[in-house]
């Protein structure tokens, strides 16, 4: 018979391969281009077909190596793509200077405790408003806190010369990612300035901004004991 | 999906058979992205003296599947498993709509061998 989700059968395998299927109706959300790619890249046996979906075929390269990803050069077993959990939220009008407050929120609660972070990478896809500035440069800053409250000093803070392309952070290390203890979730706020003042930037543009900022992490863990051991000494 | 496994006492030798594992038959379609399914195979046969001398087997099968031949009542002959095996990947959804990548280790039978 069919070993549904919820039979004895299949609760027990779902748990065996650490997996937590979502409940209620199918996902709709796209897969993100990353995954594919890296899905094509992991290490397949021959046989496994059927892989569907976008993207274009990858050949298959020499055996990689086990339990490391080498297309982001991490030790891990496991790649999650999280989307902003607040994306949804009002925009409250940036204060002062700055073209755009917004907050971002990452919910970590996937993460087990056996799991051990190999990388966590913000990424900042303003889209085509992105394009509007072409010669604006920009100040951005990432802080800890909630809407408005910021706690303490910036995780991260750099001059951007555009936001034509999505932009990459890595905060492995930062903040709360800087202890041994993985922390729930991930509560920042991003603060957005145009580099040398308010040069007459487009009407509206900082609100357009605010409204097409999709921000993800991609976060890379490694189960040890999921990996094989070494090869037994030859006695 | 699998073929029927020969009938008892034709005395297939130790090797790897073929098993499909459908992602839909099991009911996970709607959140495995990809791949739709992939071959686990199994292993199943006889390991006699000495066909258990060709394939991937321990020398201590060979002395086992021997000690079989003469007195199979007191021995056992070695068992057929898998020898070499192959990792898959997974993307699938979380229940927190989390596209995830997974590495599974040893989830693809290569090779049976007798031990």
């Known amino acids: 018979p069919q070993p549904s989700p919820l039979s004895p059968q299949g609760s027990a395998l779902l748990q065996a391969l650490g997996l937590r299927p979502p409940p209620g109706p199918p996902p709709t959300r796209p897969v993100p281009p990353v995954m594919w790619r890296l899905f094509r890249r992991a290490p397949q046996a021959a046989e496994s077909h059927g892989a569907g979906g976008e993207g274009p075929e990858v050949p298959q390269e020499p055996e990689p190596l086990p339990c490391h990803v080498k297309e982001l050069g991490v030790p891990g077993n496991i790649v999650r793509h999280v989307l902003d959990g607040g994306a949804a939220a009002p925009l409250e009008p940036a204060l002062g200077s700055l073209c755009l407050e917004k907050p971002l929120f990452f919910n970590l609660s996937f993460l087990e405790p056996r799991e051990q972070l190999t990388l966590v990478r913000l990424e900042l896809n303003f889209g085509a408003p992105g394009a509007l500035a072409a010669g604006q440069g920009w100040e951005l800053s990432l802080f800890q806190g909630h809407g408005s409250q910021l706690w303490g000093r910036p995780l991260l803070s750099r001059p951007v010369p555009a936001l034509r392309e999505p932009l990459h952070f890595e905060l492995l290390g930062l903040g709360p990612l800087g202890n041994a203890s993985v922390p729930q979730n991930l509560s920042l706020v991003l603060e957005l300035s145009p580099a040398g003042g308010d040069s007459g930037l487009p009407r509206g543009l900082c609100a357009e901004l605010g409204q097409s900022l999709e921000a993800s992490l991609l976060v890379v863990t490694l189960e040890p004991q999921l990996c094989r051991p070494p090869l037994r000494k030859r006695r | ?115």
């Open chain 2, 1 to 115: 999906a699998t073929h029927l496994a020969p009938p008892e006492g034709l005395d297939p030798p130790c090797k790897a058979r073929q098993l499909y594992i459908n992602f839909r038959d099991v009911g996970w379609h709607n959140w495995i992205i990809a791949p739709r399914g992939f071959m686990a195979n199994y292993c199943q046969g006889h390991c006699f003296f000495p066909a258990a001398t060709k394939m991937s087997s321990f020398n201590h099968a060979v002395m086992q599947s021997l000690m079989h031949s003469v007195a199979p009542t007191a021995t056992p002959p070695p068992c057929c498993v898998p020898v070499k095996l192959s990792p898959i990947s997974v993307l699938f959804y979380d229940n927190s709509d989390n596209v995830v990548l997974r590495h599974y280790e040893d989830m693809v039978v290569d090779e049976c061998g007798c031990r």
